[in-house]
């Protein structure tokens, strides 16, 4: 690929990479854990120099460089970071965003017990709302948003149960049976709000 790439930029214009090139190349790049961003940085530059439609970059492209976000065990806090500017850099390209995209960008955010992670999903959500856009979530989506609702300022706690209760209904529409886990920690956030204390 760097062969193609230098290759391209010398003159050979008929040699000009598409977004499924660069798309295995980020993605063997992310299995390497080896210049993934650097390698995604360069085929948003060359899109936003050209805006050429062969180059722009799908879902499928910003999900690998999340993955390799995802797999990273330590600056937890980074990862969430630049996971959030990752998907502010998609919406502004007007990618869709899919499920993939929306669990990787929270399970980033609420690993490692973010204590900003309610407010950030939170945002998430009005922005995806802002652009139309809808990913269908799935049990992962939910259950992370459960986590989610675990970083929240005392000021926050009153919408933070609201939002794990709502969330509970959604586990139960897709899933009725659910481990006595779930059902105990629904139990609590139940009593929170009848008490007007967080759980």
Same mark, same amino acid.
């Given at each position: 690929?760097?062969?193609l790439?230098t290759?391209y930029?010398?003159g050979?214009?008929?040699?000009?990479?598409d977004?499924e090139?660069?798309?295995?190349?980020?993605?063997?790049?992310?299995?390497?854990?080896?210049?993934?961003?650097?390698?995604?940085?360069?085929?948003?530059?060359?899109?936003t120099?050209?805006?050429?439609e062969?180059?722009?970059p799908?879902?499928?492209?910003?999900?690998?460089?999340?993955?390799?976000?995802?797999?990273k065990?330590v600056?937890?806090?980074? $990862?969430?970071? *630049? &996971?959030?500017?990752?998907l502010k850099?998609? #919406?502004?390209l007007?990618? +869709?965003p899919?499920? %993939?995209?929306?669990?990787?960008v929270?399970?980033?955010?609420?690993?490692?017990?973010?204590?900003y992670?309610f407010v950030?999903?939170?945002?998430?959500?009005?922005?995806l709302?802002e652009?139309?856009y809808?990913p269908?979530?799935?049990?992962?989506?939910?259950?992370?948003?459960l986590?989610?609702?675990?970083?929240? $300022?005392?000021? *926050? &706690?009153e919408?933070?149960?609201?939002?794990c #209760?709502s969330?509970?209904? +959604?586990?139960?529409? %897709?899933?009725?049976?659910w481990?006595?886990h779930?059902?105990d920690f629904e139990?609590?956030?139940l009593?929170?709000?009848d008490?007007?204390?967080?759980?």
């Amino acid at each position: 690929f760097r062969h193609l790439m230098t290759l391209y930029h010398s003159g050979y214009s008929n040699l000009e990479p598409d977004c499924e090139t660069f798309t295995g190349y980020i993605r063997a790049c992310a299995a390497m854990d080896k210049n993934v961003e650097k390698a995604f940085q360069e085929m948003i530059s060359l899109y936003t120099s050209t805006r050429k439609e062969a180059l722009k970059p799908t879902a499928e492209v910003f999900n690998a460089v999340l993955l390799s976000f995802s797999r990273k065990s330590v600056r937890t806090f980074h $990862a969430g970071n *630049e &996971s959030m500017k990752l998907l502010k850099q998609m #919406l502004d390209l007007g990618v +869709e965003p899919d499920t %993939k995209t929306l669990n990787f960008v929270l399970h980033n955010l609420t690993r490692g017990n973010n204590k900003y992670s309610f407010v950030m999903v939170t945002k998430i959500f009005e922005r995806l709302k802002e652009c139309g856009y809808h990913p269908e979530r799935d049990s992962y989506t939910l259950h992370y948003i459960l986590d989610a609702c675990g970083g929240y $300022a005392t000021t *926050e &706690s009153e919408i933070a149960l609201k939002k794990c #209760l709502s969330t509970f209904r +959604e586990i139960r529409e %897709k899933k009725p049976c659910w481990s006595q886990h779930l059902w105990d920690f629904e139990q609590s956030c139940l009593a929170a709000v009848d008490q007007g204390a967080c759980c």
